[in-house]
Structures are given as structure tokens and as C-alpha cells.
């Protein structure tokens, strides 16, 4: 397939989730779960209290003004979703939820274990509407276990995951530093992702057996099934892995891979499979400065002697980065097969001309701004079906009347006093 | 558990190796899917290879990596030549039967074997193909390859992380790894919910590098909308939400909070930490109460954010002063019982032996493996109530189910089986076969 034909297609076809509606309760825990299933053609319904989702007071904000509408943090998470307000906690709120989950395939929730239920909008209540609905809870711990009801955030599970313990640096580099929490809101990704696999294979199941069920979710078991090496590293040889900077955590000591370039960025060179091939390209690269040392030397070219003699390898890398720039280090690494990359900001990241040649930079209207601003796309590309945003994040309640009027029947004098009575 | 899994019935021919692919299979085959994992001893998984999580005794070889007896849990494996044109008419026939293939080879690899999606397709019309390359297979740079950590790099991902004036701390493993298996398990979710409803296969093209930068939050956007500068004075800030004497501009971690740390506990080990993060005066209030409530923290100053913020060095090193005094998980639950947010950092040896909560939960099931011995596998981050979602068994010996799958699911009679090992079609012609291969032939 063409990449001009990807983007024909990609225009006239309907989303791989189209016709799965989700009635999403999730704050910060959630919300990213909710976009992904939005962008990918799935009708989600957030439903915010009356006023709207904290979320939205969260920042950066647009033009640095805090204000509900303005919140990039909640643009972010939100795209492609519409947006109804609605007190669960008032009968008339209740009784219009209740109205609304026999059109649902899917109920997200973030509520602390047993508040839905509490209201009498636990899984089996709303599965007597509805038998085929799938619920997933998504919690901090999960609905059991001595934890369950702990107080958490974004950095709290990063620490209980096992994420803080791999990350952070080398005492040389920072003296006495502490574990250092990768960057914000990847505790919620992690559980995210997992939420939308359970979703998922829950849904192929209804499609095959006619029946919904419910998924209990659990943050912490997320970030502690991602931390790659770590847990297998201890059970097979009792060794705790060691913070490095820049690098893999590890038991021992290990090769610096994170360089600086002459331009005062970094480069980072981990990994890969080298061949005498491209041992042997990358000593001519380092000749055209003056700086191969001895690697043009064929003996080098050789994999055993190149294992034997990797701490010379890089040393005699790093200085020669260290005479280059970032762009020609790790682009000159690409093409002679290195996997290396540029330990880029969004400067370099926003047009970058693959992304462009991927169509992941979206273009979102925000009509009511009279802009457009550019949003970040999708990571794969569905030839069949596209994953692409529909529609900015909405405003508070943007949706109510077209979902309250429009598919409930209500009328716009039960609206407005619905509005008055702060149950919308 | 007598569940049955949501995925039960559905095939995963599995081309995957290293890490990024291998946890996605491992997923699907979490979920009841059926995973035959393709390999061939010649160009062995660089898992397989690595010396570093073989057990001390344990002679090294293919199947006495730890790391990758998890990562490759829930999986039949085969050898197979897929460089031999018997091979690959094999491959083609479990392609036929397949309903989904994965693989996470750089972006030409599959089309240069004659296995690109158009000839996927021509075997199987409604198969589901997952390409996992660090860069796509669209683009000028498809040929371009990552790591997790390139990858992390290149996204935004590795700047984020930090503190100010020294070098990015990065990610301390490949995250992207973890969650790139993750995306390709989303991925063939998705499409084949798609198929389930259009009868449509397709072929979906992931890229590691690009999924990556999504998961930078609200970074994207403050530089797109608000043309924020991402080298700034102050950022990124630790594990700080806003960095002392720095302009108050959001670092991404959610809501401006002080304290937001992690603090040193008793023992002063490499692990001894624990996080403590407050979101609102009264949380900082009970915080307070909970340290006894010393003058330093009583002073009406910190009663606010504004006045938190200000003096946020001060906090911390009080803050820790404390905190020395206890063990972690003493300190956590003793700021959980009042509601105050905290957590210790907890290691993988904390993560196996220490949290009562993974442990109650099932997060950890113990297998045999025949080489390694009985050990403990990773399990699953959900609970589904009516189909079974867990770890199902370690990794496959190398070429252990090759004559089940062979026989069992392509037909083949025993002696074209054998034939298959004689003639460098399901076995290197001139390498020595394991004994567990051997008996399985008999």
C-alpha cells in the first residue's frame, strides 16, 4: 500500500471502534483509556458533574489562563469524546443514567471500589438494563485486597509500580538523587492500556458468546507488570537492579550510553546488532574526522573481538559525538544501521517530516476559539479502518442536549430544569 | 480456574522476538489466544542469548534465560526455516490457518521474505497483520530501527524526566518496549473487533517511536498551542510538580502540589524511599497531624499552596527529617491510615516479596519449567468475571511444540516430520537436537 492511497482511504472509512458506544466516569485515572477508544471510532459519552470533570483545572492552560475550557491537560485526554453533565448522586441524575446504559456496550469507571454500587449503579444493577454491557473499573488497587482503599496519584503508583526504583542517575552525575519518577501521567497511561485490552477482549467475547461481564482493573498491577527486567532479574538471580543515568537499570555497572554531542545535546546508543559491515562503516564514519583511532583496523571488525573490546568501542564513540552534532550523530548512526536516536524536545519533534510522511500530526478546529491547533496522531496506521481524532475534547455539557433531548425525549423545558436544579 | 479465555479460538502466528513483540503475544496468549511462536536456532531471539538472568548453576543455552522464560510465557513454539522454500510453504500453510500475525522486524523484512501483507492476504483474506517497527513501514525513515531507548529518546519521552542542570534521567528500562507489546496487543485487538463486525482483515502498521509521544501528556500541546520552550529554567523538575525559584509553569505531573517528593527512609538503602504527595491544604493538614504536627510545619505560611511552594526546599528537608525515622512501609501506611497519599518505592524484590496487595491479587503464579526449575511468572493487571485472564505457563523450549503443530495442525505425517528434521526444514540439518526434541520424535 501507497502512503497516498493510506490517506485516500484513511478519509472515507469509518474507525475500527465505530459503533461501540462507552459512557465514560473516569477522572485522571481513565480518561486516557476513553481517548484511545474515541480516536479509534468508538462513541464515548464522558459524563462530567455539573460544573464539569477536575480534570479540566488542571494545566498548562491555554495562553497560561486557568479556566475549565482552557485546559491543554484536558484537551489532551479527551478528543473525540462528547461530553453530558449529570449529578449521579440525585435520583433524577440516577434515573437518567440509568436511561442511558442500554445504549452502551461499555461502562468506564474510576469511582473509589463500592461507590457505584453504594448508588445502586453497580455492574449487576446495570447489567439487569442491559445484559450484554461490559464494565470496567479501573482503581487505584483493583475492588479487594489490603491496599484497595489506599490514596494514590500519578507519582505515588510510579514509587509502588517499581518505576521510581529503575529511574534516575549515577552518583557522579547527581549526588545523592533520589529515585526520579518518570515523566507525568504514565502511571494512568500504563493502566490505560491495560483497561483497553480487557475492554477489548471482553467485547470479542460478547461478540462471540452474547455476554457482557465486568473487569476490575487495577492500576498498581499495571505499573508493576511493566517494568521489563527488573522482576525476572530478581526471581532468577536474586539481584535488585541499580539506577543509572540514562540507561538501563542494572545489578552491576554498565557502559554509559547516553553521550553528549557537540552541539550540548545528547544521543542515546543503546543496543542494536552490529555486523562487521557496519563496524566497519561506522570506523570510516568516524575517519572522515579524523577520529576512528584504531577501529578502522579490521581486527575490530570482527564480533568476538568487538565484544572483547567494547569499553574501547566506546570510549572511542563517545568522544567522537562529542565532536559532532545531534542530528548528525544519530542520523549517521541510522544509516549505517545503529539504533540509535536523539534525545529529542518537542521543537524537534513537531514536523518532523516522517511523522509528517504518517499523517500523525492532526489539525483539531476549536470552533469556538475561531483556531486550529496541532494535536498528536495516531501511532498506527489502519490500513482498513483509520485511527485519526474526530473532534477536540469537549466543552462542559456540550453534548446534553443532543443526547438528553435528542436520543432520551426529553423536552428543552425538562433541560432547563434539570440545569436549575444542578442535576445537569 | 475453569473459565474459559475471551480469545479462546483465536490463532496468533507469532514472528516476534527481543521484547517489544514477545509481551504483546504473551498478552493475547493471557487472554486464551493460541500463540505459535516461529523460530529458528541459527538466528536465536537475543532473549534466548542473554547470559544476565540465567540462574547461578544453570548451564547457559537457549532455554535458560529467565527473562525470557517470562516474556515469552503462554506460547507454543516451533522451528521452522523460513529461509528454505520448504519453510516458508509451511508458514504460508499456518498463515492459512491463522487469524492474526505479529511481528517486530525492521520494515522490509517481511515483504523480502514474500510475507508482506498483499501475500498475507492471498493466504488468508481476512488476516490481521501487526507490523511493530520502531520507526512503521510508512514514511522516509521506515528503514530506521530502535530500541526502547531509542525509541523513548526520540519521542520526548527520555527529556521529561530529570532534574534541572544535569543530563535527562531517562527511563531505566525500555518502557516503550513494555508498552510497544502493549500497543501491538491493542492493535490486534482493535482490528479484530473490526473484522468481527465487517468480515474485514487489515494490516495495521505500528510504529514504537511515534506511540511514544502521545504519553508525553500535555507537553505536546503546551508547545503547539501555547509555544512553551522545552529547555527551560527549572524543568523538568525531579519529581517535584513545580521546581523552587523557577517561573510557575505546569511540568506535566498533573496539578501544582507541594509536597510532591520522593523522601529517604530508615535503612538509607539504594530502595529505602518513599513517596509522599499532598494535592490540597487539607491533605497537607493531615499530613502535619500525622508528623506530630512539629512547629516548623505549623507555621500558618505553609498553610496555603502559594506558601508551600515558596518554601519547598524547606518542606522537603523537614520533610525528610522525619521520614528517616521510619521504615517505608511503616511511614506509608501510617500516612494511608489518615488518608494521606503516600507509597514506598518499591524494588522488584519489594514487588515479589514485600506487597501484600500483588501478592493477594494473583499477580504472581508459580510454574515448572524444565530447565529452570519452579519459579514465579508475571501474571495479568485484570480480573475479567467470566473468561480467565492470567498467566497460563513459562516459555516454550526452543522448538518444543514444532511435531505437535506440525502434525496436530497442518497434518503432517510423523515421517514428514522427521523428514522436516532431516532436510534443515524444521531443524538446523547439522546442529545436535536437544534430548526434549528427540523424545518428542519418538
Known amino acids: ?424 | 480456574m475453569a473459565l474459559p479465555g475471551a480469545l479462546a479460538g483465536i490463532r496468533v502466528l507469532d514472528f516476534t522476538w527481543v521484547r517489544a513483540g514477545p509481551w504483546a503475544t504473551r498478552m493475547l496468549g493471557s487472554l486464551g489466544a493460541e500463540i505459535i511462536k516461529v523460530e529458528w536456532p541459527e538466528n536465536l531471539d537475543m532473549i534466548r542469548r542473554g547470559t544476565a538472568t540465567v540462574p547461578e548453576g544453570v548451564e547457559e543455552g537457549p532455554n535458560s534465560a529467565g527473562l525470557f522464560a517470562d516474556s515469552n510465557a503462554n506460547k507454543l513454539g516451533i522451528t521452522l526455516n523460513i529461509r528454505s522454500e520448504s519453510g516458508l510453504d509451511l508458514v504460508r500453510d499456518l498463515i492459512a490457518v491463522s487469524d492474526i500475525v505479529m511481528e517486530n522486524f525492521s520494515s522490509r523484512v517481511m515483504q523480502r521474505r514474500g510475507l508482506g501483507y498483499e501475500e498475507l492476504r492471498k493466504l488468508k483474506p481476512d488476516i490481521i497483520y501487526v507490523s511493530m517497527a520502531g520507526f512503521g513501514h510508512t514514511g522516509r525513515h521506515h528503514s530506521y530501527t530502535t530500541m526502547g531507548p531509542s525509541a523513548q529518546a526520540l519521542s520526548g519521552l527520555t527529556f521529561l524526566s530529570g532534574v534541572p542542570d544535569a543530563p535527562p534521567a531517562g527511563w531505566g528500562y525500555s518502557y516503550l518496549d513494555d508498552t510497544g507489546g502493549m500497543y501491538g496487543a491493542m492493535c490486534a485487538l482493535t482490528a479484530l473487533r473490526h473484522r468481527t463486525v465487517t468480515g474485514q482483515g487489515q494490516h495495521v502498521d505500528l510504529s514504537q517511536m511515534t506511540m511514544g509521544i502521545t504519553l508525553t501528556g500535555a507537553a505536546f500541546l503546551d508547545r503547539t498551542v501555547n509555544g512553551r520552550e522545552s529547555r527551560r529554567e527549572g524543568y523538568p523538575p525531579g519529581n517535584r510538580t513545580v521546581w523552587p525559584g523557577a517561573p510557575l509553569e505546569n511540568s506535566y505531573r498533573g496539578p501544582a502540589a507541594v509536597p510532591h517528593n520522593a523522601y529517604r527512609t530508615r535503612g538509607g538503602g539504594h530502595n529505602d524511599w518513599c513517596v509522599i504527595a499532598c494535592f490540597s491544604d487539607e491533605e497537607w493538614e493531615e499530613l502535619v497531624r500525622v508528623m506530630g504536627s512539629p512547629q516548623w510545619a505549623t507555621d500558618a505560611d505553609l498553610s496555603g499552596l502559594p506558601g508551600r511552594i515558596r518554601r519547598q526546599d524547606d518542606i522537603d528537608q523537614n520533610i525528610e527529617v522525619w521520614t528517616q525515622t521510619l521504615e517505608k512501609y511503616e511511614l506509608a501506611a501510617m500516612c494511608q491510615d489518615t488518608g494521606v497519599r503516600a507509597m514506598p518505592v518499591q524494588s522488584s524484590q519489594d514487588r515479589v516479596e514485600n506487597d501484600p496487595q500483588l501478592r493477594e491479587r494473583g499477580m504472581f503464579m508459580e510454574f515448572d519449567h524444565a530447565v529452570l526449575g519452579r519459579r514465579e511468572y508475571q501474571s495479568v493487571p485484570f480480573k475479567l468475571s467470566k473468561t480467565s485472564a492470567e498467566v497460563r505457563g513459562p516459555a516454550p523450549l526452543i522448538g518444543q511444540h514444532t511435531r505437535e503443530v506440525m502434525e496436530g495442525l497442518l497434518g503432517l505425517s510423523r515421517q514428514e516430520v522427521l523428514d522436516g528434521y532431516d532436510d534443515g526444514t524444521l531443524w538446523p540439518a547439522d546442529m545436535p537436537r536437544h534430548l526434549y526434541i528427540e523424545e518428542a520424535l519418538k
Request: charged fraction near 20%; aromatic fraction near 8%; include cysteine.
Open chain 1, 1 to 424: 500500500m501507497t502512503e497516498a492511497s493510506i490517506g485516500q482511504t484513511g478519509t472515507a472509512l469509518a474507525g475500527p471502534l465505530a459503533g461501540i458506544r462507552v459512557l465514560e466516569l473516569a477522572d485522571e485515572k481513565g480518561q486516557f483509556c476513553g481517548k484511545l477508544m474515541a480516536d479509534l471510532g468508538a462513541d464515548v459519552v464522558k459524563i462530567e458533574p455539573p460544573g464539569g470533570q477536575n480534570t479540566r483545572s488542571v494545566g498548562p492552560f491555554l495562553d497560561d489562563v486557568p479556566h475549565p475550557e482552557r485546559s491543554l491537560y484536558f484537551w489532551h485526554y479527551n478528543t473525540s469524546k462528547r461530553s453530558v453533565t449529570l449529578d449521579l448522586e440525585s435520583s433524577e441524575g440516577k434515573g437518567l443514567f440509568l436511561r442511558m446504559v442500554p445504549t452502551a456496550d461499555v461502562v468506564l469507571e474510576t469511582y473509589p471500589p463500592g461507590y457505584l454500587p453504594g448508588l445502586g449503579l453497580g455492574h449487576d444493577d446495570l447489567a439487569r438494563l442491559n445484559p450484554g454491557l461490559i464494565t470496567c473499573s479501573l482503581t487505584p488497587f483493583g475492588q479487594t485486597g489490603p491496599w484497595r482503599d489506599y490514596q494514590t496519584s500519578d507519582i505515588v503508583h510510579l514509587a509502588a509500580g517499581g518505576q521510581m526504583a529503575s529511574c534516575g542517575y549515577d552518583p557522579e552525575d547527581v549526588p545523592d538523587a533520589p529515585p526520579i519518577a518518570p515523566g507525568g501521567g504514565n502511571a494512568w497511561h500504563i493502566a490505560c492500556h491495560h483497561a483497553y485490552i480487557a475492554i477489548m477482549a471482553a467485547l470479542h467475547y460478547r461478540a462471540m458468546n452474547g455476554e457482557g461481564q465486568l473487569i476490575d482493573a487495577s492500576v498498581h498491577e499495571s505499573c508493576a507488570l511493566t517494568t521489563e527486567g527488573a522482576v525476572p532479574t530478581y526471581i532468577y538471580t536474586g539481584k535488585v537492579v541499580q539506577r543509572h543515568t540514562g540507561r538501563h537499570a542494572f545489578p552491576g555497572q554498565s557502559s554509559r550510553t547516553q553521550r553528549s554531542t557537540k552541539d550540548g545535546r545528547w544521543v542515546q546508543i543503546t543496543g542494536g546488532n552490529p555486523t562487521p559491515r557496519r563496524l566497519r562503516a561506522l570506523a570510516e564514519w568516524m575517519d572522515t574526522y579524523g577520529l576512528a583511532q584504531d577501529l578502522l583496523d579490521e581486527k575490530y571488525h570482527d564480533l568476538d573481538t568487538f565484544r572483547q573490546s567494547i569499553g574501547h568501542f566506546n570510549d572511542v564513540i563517545a568522544e567522537f559525538l562529542s565532536h559532532i552534532d545531534l542530528e548528525e550523530a544519530w542520523q549517521g548512526g541510522q544509516q549505517r544501521g545503529f539504533p540509535w536516536g536523539a534525545i529529542r524536545t518537542m521543537e524537534e519533534i513537531v514536523g518532523d517530516p516522517h511523522l509528517e510522511d504518517r499523517n500523525f500530526f492532526t489539525d483539531v478546529d476549536h470552533q469556538e476559539l475561531g483556531r486550529n491547533f496541532t494535536y498528536p496522531g495516531p501511532a498506527a496506521i489502519y490500513n482498513g479502518s483509520p485511527w485519526s481524532i474526530s473532534r477536540r475534547a469537549p466543552l462542559i455539557g456540550e453534548h446534553n442536549q443532543e443526547i438528553y433531548c435528542g436520543e432520551l425525549g426529553l423536552s428543552r423545558q425538562e433541560l432547563s430544569l434539570l440545569a436549575e436544579a444542578r442535576v445537569i
